[in-house]
T-cell receptor, first 112, second 110 residues
């Protein structure tokens, strides 16, 4: 079975801190995605990557950056965390865009 | 108007009831995804369908491409079916990346 692993299940950070969220997949998927999920808003795409060192902005990239130095790992970086970035963050991956998407278990981030 | 609309937003059912969750979309698509998210858990892909009907256990998904509508049915519902059900469609003009509905929160009582 495909496994998408997110490094932390719960994370509490202070305003202004730099935050790293890590995601690793073990099925050699080309595409990796970072979403945030907020009540009533559904999942919104922050950034995605279709290859090593390649990245594209999603719908809500402001305040975030990403890094993909290795195919299996996709990192989401909050340069200076703010309270409005408190959310559930979900990583996902697949081979191609029209194929089934595999999700990690999510990181609930609280910024105080 | 959201590109993907789900109804109802919340649904409470008694164990054993037949459940239907609806999804309407406004863009042309090649396939539609149904996803399940348990409380505090990650998201699991249930179905990906482009026409007709698919069945897996007690879950049935149907799609009508002409009417831009899909339904997810749960037969003989059970408390373990309690979850958020999300439909998603690829947005062609955006490289086929998925756009998601807001989800339907289902609670099945015993």
């Amino acid at each position: 079975d495909v496994k998408v692993t997110q490094s932390s299940r719960y994370l509490v950070k202070r305003t202004g801190e730099k935050v790293f969220l890590e995601c690793v997949q073990d099925m050699d998927h080309e595409n990796m995605f970072w979403y945030r999920q907020d009540p009533g808003l559904g999942l919104r795409l922050i950034y995605f990557s279709y290859d090593v060192k390649m990245k594209e902005k999603g719908d809500i990239p402001e305040g975030y950056s990403v890094s993909r130095e290795k195919k299996e790992r996709f990192s989401l970086i909050l340069e200076s965390a703010s309270t409005n970035q408190t959310s559930m963050y979900l990583c996902a991956s697949n081979h191609r865009f029209l194929e089934k998407l595999f999700f990690g278990s999510g990181t609930q981030l609280s910024v105080l | 108007k959201n590109e993907v609309e789900q109804s109802p937003q919340n649904l409470t059912a008694q164990e054993g009831e037949f459940i239907t969750i609806n999804c309407s979309y406004s863009v042309g698509i090649s396939a539609l995804h149904w996803l399940q998210q348990h409380p505090g858990g990650g998201i699991v892909s249930l179905f990906m369908l482009s026409s007709g009907k698919k069945k897996h256990g007690r879950l049935i998904a149907t799609i009508n491409i002409q009417e831009k509508h899909s339904s997810l049915h749960i037969t003989a519902s059970h408390p373990r079916d309690s979850a958020v059900y999300i439909c998603a469609v690829p947005r062609r003009e955006y490289g086929n990346k998925l756009v998601f509905g807001a989800g339907t929160i289902l609670r099945v009582k015993s």
